[in-house]
């Protein structure tokens, strides 16, 4: 039942912008922290962000810190991922995931912590 659908992938230049969402249903949204990952051609899932579930506390991996921001509307159900000054090494597919446990959020960056994924949105940034 637990369901995620990201959107918003693209094309951009670098240097552009593109914003994410993931649409969560099937579970107590508000109760739990969420992630974005990503995985590009040949190599793994790479954690990218992380909100805890009442969207207090943000967390980024050192590639995108600065550039980009992660938020939740815990009443639609939402997190969101506003892209900026992108990048050609930004280019992957990128995963929305719930953070197993309730109201708590450590090792965000593990990806073992997570049980439900989303089918991935795919990103492509040209030079």
């Known amino acids: 039942q637990v369901q995620l659908v990201e959107s918003g992938g693209g094309l951009a230049q670098s240097g552009g912008s593109l914003s994410l969402s993931c649409a969560a249903s099937?579970?107590?949204?508000?109760?739990?922290?969420m992630s974005w990952a990503r995985r590009a051609p040949g190599k793994g899932f790479e954690w990218v962000s992380g909100?805890?579930?009442?969207?207090?506390?943000?967390y980024y991996s050192d590639s995108v810190k600065g550039r980009f921001t992660i938020s939740r509307d815990n009443a639609k159900h939402t997190v969101y991922l506003q892209m900026s000054n992108l990048k050609p090494e930004d280019t992957a597919r990128y995963f929305c995931?719930?953070?197993?446990?309730?109201?708590?959020?450590?090792?965000?960056?593990?990806?073992?912590?997570?049980?439900?994924w989303g089918q991935g949105t795919q990103v492509t940034v040209s030079l």
């Open positions: 995931a719930k953070y197993r446990l309730k109201r708590y959020f450590a090792d965000y960056d593990k990806m073992n912590e997570y049980d439900y």
């Open positions: 099937g579970f107590g949204f508000g109760n739990f922290g």
């Open positions: 909100i805890s579930s009442d969207g207090t506390t943000t």
